[in-house]
């Protein structure tokens, strides 16, 4: 059921900005672009949510292509403490119904 | 930001058992949880979400006389596993729909473990 494809695993340099690309072609109209990740044996986190203009918050932006087929999430500067699991959701209003998918391990290097 | 908890945070029981896991929004109601579980190495699967009032919404595939769901308050719902078996042993994770509706707010996870 996940309509997103995600890089399986990616590496980013402590202190420079971490961009996570998510591909979701067969997004509809209505549906929004969720992020959320995933630090080893906690619970998911929010980070941000989008439908098609740009969106920043006190943790990302999140970057929406013009077609919408496609985003990035964007850590500006990362540290040690953001290596998760980052997951992209794409869902209807609402939060309902969040299926997440394989999502990309970020691991963040002194 | 909201806050769910979960209690307890890590169970160990004996096959054929029943176990209950709490999940609890702190700092707001919730008239809508979910329910996850999570294998080794693998992504979150939702079992089941659950409206405070009404009965639970069961995933394909997730028997729900097994995994029973109780939503009896705004801020309170619980997941119990009946009848506990080995392949049961996973994580499991609640979460709440906030009040504006675009965010949903995850516990910290129960693991349980099944000997």
């Known amino acids: 059921d996940a309509k997103t494809t995600q890089p399986p695993s990616m590496d980013c340099a402590e202190g420079r900005a971490a961009n996570l690309p998510c591909n979701h072609s067969t997004i509809s109209g209505n549906e929004y672009v969720y992020w959320y990740r995933q630090i080893h044996s906690q619970g998911p986190q929010y980070i941000i949510h989008g439908l098609k203009n740009n969106e920043t918050n006190e943790m990302a932006s999140l970057i929406i292509t013009e077609d919408r087929k496609s985003s990035t999430l964007i850590l500006p500067h990362a540290t040690l403490r953001d290596t998760a699991v980052y997951y992209c959701?794409?869902?209807?209003?609402?939060?309902?119904?969040?299926?997440f998918g394989t999502g990309t391990r970020l691991t963040v290097i002194p | 930001g909201a806050v769910v908890s979960q209690h307890p945070s890590r169970v160990i029981c004996k096959s054929g058992t029943s176990v209950k896991i709490e999940c609890r929004s702190l700092d707001f109601q919730a008239t809508t949880m979910f329910w996850y579980r999570q294998f080794p190495k693998q992504s979150l699967m939702l079992m089941a979400t659950?409206?405070?009032?009404?009965?639970?919404?069961?995933e394909q595939g997730v028997e729900k006389d097994k995994f029973l769901i109780n939503h009896a308050s705004l801020t309170l719902s619980t997941l119990t596993v009946t009848s506990a078996h080995p392949e049961d042993s996973s994580f499991y994770i609640c979460?709440?729909?906030?009040?504006?509706?675009?965010?949903?707010?995850f516990g910290p996870g129960t693991r349980l473990t099944v000997t």
């Open positions: 659950s409206n405070e009032g009404s009965k639970a919404t069961y």
């Open positions: 959701i794409v869902g209807e209003t609402g939060a309902n119904n969040l299926f």
């Open positions: 979460s709440a729909l906030g009040q504006g509706g675009y965010e949903q707010y």
